[in-house]
């Protein structure tokens, strides 16, 4: 007799639809800005990955023959250069192919600046002979310039 007087309950209170509503609110707010950058995240990883691994080739490639890469496309080359940029001038000097020991990075392409989509940067001038820096403008996540990198 006591069950009949009792209401059924069936489904949820409106109070109980906005608690629920505001618990899956704050969860959001706390998850999504961690995973809104991913994207550009993993580009700029891949920027410092490529600017380390030119970097690497280029020094390799000086340290064999004393002279910096005319190009980047040098490389990749499968027979030595005949010429490269000297040190101190970036004037383009006959390499002895005798020194080379390359290709300096496997496969045949130079990648291209993840975040700018375009090659990278690369100097023969005095002062910055051999260097090797990001095409792309801006800053990155970190708030430093991709230039800088």
């Known amino acids: 007799m006591l069950a009949k007087l009792r209401p059924s309950r069936r489904g949820f209170t409106l109070i109980e639809l906005l608690v629920v509503i505001v618990v899956i609110s704050v969860l959001a707010l706390v998850i999504v800005p961690k995973f809104s950058n991913q994207g550009r995240r993993s580009k700029e990883a891949t920027l410092r990955s490529n600017l380390s691994l030119l970097r690497s080739a280029v020094a390799t490639f000086q340290a064999d023959t004393g002279l910096y ?81």
């Not at 005949?82 to 040190?87: L, V």
Request: zero cysteines.
């Open 69 to 149: 890469p005319l190009q980047l496309a040098d490389l990749v080359a499968t027979a030595a250069p005949t010429n490269g940029a000297d040190p101190s001038t970036g004037a383009s000097t006959a390499l002895t192919a005798s020194d080379w020991k390359g290709p300096y990075i496997t496969g045949s392409v130079i990648p291209n600046d993840s975040v700018s989509a375009s090659a990278f940067n690369y100097s023969v001038t005095s002062p910055t002979i051999g260097k090797v820096s990001s095409s792309a403008t801006g800053n990155g996540l970190d708030g430093s310039a991709y230039s800088t990198w």
